[in-house]
């Protein structure tokens, strides 16, 4: 099934897990990462979360109550399809975990270099392999592509003055030079000066640094 693929900006949402093991305990670090308002309810929650609210108990209907996400794990798949089940009536984006039909969305293996995100999906179909894909990626895609991304982030702002259209063409001609390398070997200043001829190479007057 083909899925709809976003990013969610969960910052100051207020977001639910209810399980308190090895497969629930990263799902909600990856939350309070993105800046949610976590509560984490479980009768055993194996570590301590800052950032979260932790209640010691089973998970019940009431919980969803102003919530916006929220994520079942317990070892208990009833439970996790009733509380997904009520969820759904009242409208929050929720997931039963290893339940693909009681799941609005399915979280991808996932791998950070800087601001750079690269997420590895089936689907749901089998995350494992996910995960395997994921660390194959890991080993191609070294620490100069967030490097590298931070200073075309920058670059952009100085652009926003050009069209649109110009922009695309100018970003093109940068991305197909060679300057991973520079990255790579802290040579910043050197394809600065390369990037500033590519710009003046397009006609545009954009001081780059």
Do not use: H
Not at 27 to 33: N, Q, Y
């Amino acid at each position: 099934m083909r899925l709809f693929t976003v990013n969610l900006c969960l910052k100051d949402w207020p977001c639910l897990v209810v399980g308190g093991g090895v497969v629930a305990i990263p799902k909600a670090k990856r939350m309070i990462e993105a800046g949610a308002r976590v509560t984490v309810i479980a009768p055993d929650i194996k570590e301590d979360l800052p950032g979260a609210t932790l209640i010691r108990r089973e998970g019940r209907i009431e919980d969803l109550e102003g919530m916006r996400l929220a994520m079942f794990a317990t070892s208990d798949r009833e439970l996790n399809a009733r509380l997904y089940k009520e969820a759904l009536r009242r409208g929050i984006l929720a997931a039963a975990v290893d339940d693909l039909d009681n799941c609005d969305f399915y979280m991808p293996a996932v791998m950070t270099r800087g601001d750079l995100e690269i997420a590895v999906s089936t689907s749901g179909t089998c995350p494992a392999y996910s995960v395997w894909v994921r660390d194959r990626l890991a080993e191609m895609v070294d620490d100069s592509y967030g490097v590298a991304l931070a200073w075309f982030a920058g670059l952009r702002e100085r652009l926003r003055v050009i069209p649109m259209g110009r922009r695309g063409a100018l970003y093109r001609a940068l991305l197909a030079r060679d300057f991973l390398p520079r990255f790579r070997s802290a040579q910043v200043a050197a394809w600065a000066e390369e990037a500033e001829g590519v710009i003046a190479e397009q006609g545009e007057a954009v001081k780059v640094g």
